[in-house]
């Protein structure tokens, strides 16, 4: 890729390499301090974030994992949401084994979320980023919540550029023999089919982060972001073909086919409110693939810049907790 974009520009390609080194010399930023454990079910868990209010499961994506979301002491979506009138339960999915090379992305909703919701004992509000926000979209068809807040959540699969489903089929077609014989989908290959989304811009970033005068905040987010996006547990088996063949090449979900606990996900029947925030800039997750239920916020930020860059709190972070707080607010009523 890195041949490719700076063909014939020795200097840009040099650059790049520099911006590389930089990131892997950089020291790594300090992680917040863990939140204590509420509840498990099988590998995954539940993270309590403490403040006062109703509790606001958070359900990540299962590509990468769920850090972005508490990614610095300073820079903690989750963190700042406790000081807001809610009580943020994060989702851990924790690492697969190749024992659960079947489960697929439906069976993570029913073995592994579902059982976490009814076990709070009370309908709560939920919200789901990327991926998160799918799965959860399906497990609020099956069990009753407050309010679901989607965040650059896929829903119409045919709604992704051709280029980038096409990508995914290639990927998944070329790493199957790999994934048959280890049970599991490891990141790195997810990774490199996401570079290939905006390969001009991943090398632009390492050759910008390289020119750019020291700053100790600027590296610290940046080595922690790419560290994020970077790492993460693999998938299974099942989940890997899911994503490839179920949503990506036959769009299950946008075509109300897509089955959890026995039965197709129609979100039309949903009987809470519901928030669905896109961007128009999200070259992860274009804003014509959203669901289109409820009330919308479009913003025009990245797939990661509405989480944790520098508006991230102003356009995201503020109206989201609003709207949470107003709909708990409302269901109490």
């Known amino acids: ?59 990540p994506s299962l590509i990468n994992g769920p850090e ?13 949401l406790a000081g807001q ?13 190749a024992d659960e090379r079947g489960l ?3 069976g993570h909703v029913e073995t592994l979320l579902l059982p976490l919701l009814r076990g709070l004992g009370e309908p709560v509000l939920l919200a789901g980023y990327c991926l998160g926000g799918t799965m959860a979209l399906a497990a609020a ?3 009753p919540v407050r309010a679901l807040a989607l965040i650059a959540a896929p829903w119409r699969f045919a709604g992704f550029p051709e280029v980038a489903r096409t990508g995914i089929a290639e990927l998944w077609s ?22 290939r989304l905006d390969s001009r811009r991943t090398i632009a970033k390492f050759e910008a982060f390289g020119a750019a005068p020291p700053d100790g905040l600027r590296t610290a987010r940046f ?23 179920t949503l990506f090449a036959a769009d299950a979900p946008g075509h109300g086919a897509w089955m959890v606990g026995g039965a197709p996900v129609t979100p039309a029947t949903l009987a809470c409110p519901v928030l669905d925030i896109v961007s128009t800039t999200d070259r992860i997750v274009p804003a014509a693939s959203a669901a289109g239920l409820g009330t919308r916020i479009t913003l025009d930020l990245g797939h990661v810049g509405m989480i944790v860059g520098g508006q991230a709190r102003a356009r995201l972070w503020q109206p989201l907790a609003r709207w949470l707080v107003d709909q708990a607010q409302s269901s109490a009523r």
């Open 68 to 80: 972005i979301l508490d990614l610095l002491p300073d820079l903690s979506m989750l963190r700042w």
């Open 1 to 59: 890729m890195l041949r490719s974009e700076t063909e014939g520009d020795p200097a840009r390609r040099a650059a790049a390499l520099a911006g590389l080194a930089a990131y892997q010399r950089a020291p790594r930023p300090e992680r917040p301090p863990p939140p204590p454990t509420l509840a498990r079910h099988g590998r995954a868990r539940l993270l309590d974030y403490g403040g006062d209010g109703p509790p606001l499961l958070i359900v």
């Open 223 to 245: 080595v922690a972001m790419e560290d994020w996006a970077n790492g993460g547990p693999p998938l299974t088996e099942a989940a890997g073909r899911d994503l490839a063949e």
């Open 85 to 97: 009138g809610v009580r943020p339960l994060l989702l851990d999915w924790g690492s697969p084994s």
């Open 174 to 195: 070329q790493a199957g023999p790999l994934v048959e014989r280890l049970g599991l989908l490891p990141l790195e290959v997810l990774q490199s089919g996401f570079w």
């Open 104 to 106: 697929g992305i439906a």
């Open 141 to 143: 068809c099956r069990h």
